[in-house]
């Protein structure tokens, strides 16, 4: 991935910035920020209201604006051009809403129910944080958000994964409208459950704290590198590793980058309702059992991949998903785009040479 000079620079006070962050044990804003929070998980999912009720506690403004289905999966889909209907009985599946609050014939675009800082999208996770900036940030704050945070993600989202990741490309969008954005994901919890359930001491707090902790030392460091929280078209892929109860706080954070080890492994099965993975997934959305269909699923790793299938081999430590592994809090700098490597872009300069010009 390509990286401008003001990332390079910003690099190399990534390790003191992390520390900081680490050290940190009180979030105490030089400043309210305006926050956006998004995820691909819906709108009544435990993370995201976990973090709002944190970040609002911090001092911030904070809203949710997310899908109302599970849109695990959904990577950068815009819902382009598709009118946003009322909700119908079926609409996840069982269900109108993901986590049962909503009814069949709620608007497609609402609050949840008593919570009018929880916008629900019946769309993508990309189209959700579009209505954020869009439309909610302006009815809440007058203005677009100054940050939005795409997560916490039920599991992590690292390497290869990242690509199709809806929590990934949720915080892209952001940051192709200058706007900065963090990706959250965590290996705890990893099973769904909506915002009524949580109760204090909840895996969920926990990571919630530790996002609020690195939002304080943005903020706190805003003028290092420019008056800006990120720089322009930068954002961060954070990913917590498995943690005790009670052991988020201790954490080290460590600079990582997106690298290629991952966590999954995409491929596609000719009936879904033999895939173990699925019958777990969907149990939910389909409580009758999972159709004889075809579909894609995932193995997971450290799972064996099945007969013909290859994890990409990436032992670098400092791969995020690697960094994960060995216990740190992962945290990648990311652009808004494709751009590749000036390393790449050099052979495929050797390669067209006097045919491109």
Aim: aromatic fraction near 6%.
């Amino acid at each position: 991935m390509k990286r401008p000079a003001f990332a390079l620079k910003r690099l190399s006070l990534a390790p003191v910035i992390l520390a900081a962050a680490a050290a940190t044990t009180t979030a105490i804003p030089a400043h309210a920020l305006n926050i956006l929070v998004t995820n691909d998980d819906g709108s009544e999912a435990s993370t995201v209201h976990a973090l709002q009720q944190r970040l609002t506690a911090a001092g911030h403004n904070v809203i949710i604006s997310s899908e109302v289905c599970d849109n695990s999966g959904q990577g950068g889909a815009l819902g382009f051009l598709r009118p946003i209907g009322p909700l119908t009985a079926t609409n996840c599946g069982s269900s109108p809403s993901r986590g049962g609050v909503l009814a069949a014939g709620a608007p497609g675009v609402g609050t949840l129910p008593g919570l009018p800082f929880a916008y629900y999208v019946n769309s993508t996770p990309v189209a959700s944080t579009l209505y954020g900036i869009d439309i909610a940030a302006k009815k809440a704050f007058g203005k677009a958000p100054d940050l939005v945070i795409s997560g916490p993600n039920y599991g992590n989202n690292t390497g290869l994964i990242n690509n199709g990741s809806g929590t990934v490309n949720a915080a892209l969008i952001a940051i192709n409208r200058g706007i900065p954005a963090l990706a959250v994901s965590a290996e705890q919890p990893q099973d769904y459950r909506p915002y009524n359930k949580l109760a204090e001491g909840d895996p969920e707090y926990e990571v919630a704290d530790v996002v609020v902790r690195l939002v304080a030392e943005l903020e706190k460091r805003k003028t290092v590198g420019g008056d800006t929280l990120l720089p322009p078209g930068v954002g961060l892929n954070v990913n917590l590793p498995k943690f005790t109860r009670g052991g988020a706080a201790a954490l080290p954070f460590k600079y990582a980058k997106l690298g290629l080890a991952t966590i999954a492994l995409p491929y596609f099965v000719e009936d879904l309702s033999k895939d173990a993975l699925a019958q777990s997934y969907l149990a939910r959305a389909f409580p009758n059992g999972v159709p004889p269909l075809p579909g894609v699923t995932l193995v997971l790793s450290p799972a064996p991949a099945p007969a013909g299938l290859t994890y990409v081999a990436d032992n670098d430590p400092e791969s995020e998903q690697n960094v994960v592994n060995a216990g740190a809090i992962a945290v990648a700098v990311m652009q808004g785009t494709h751009q590749g490597s000036r390393a790449q872009e050099a052979v495929i300069r050797a390669k067209l040479a006097n045919f491109v010009e």
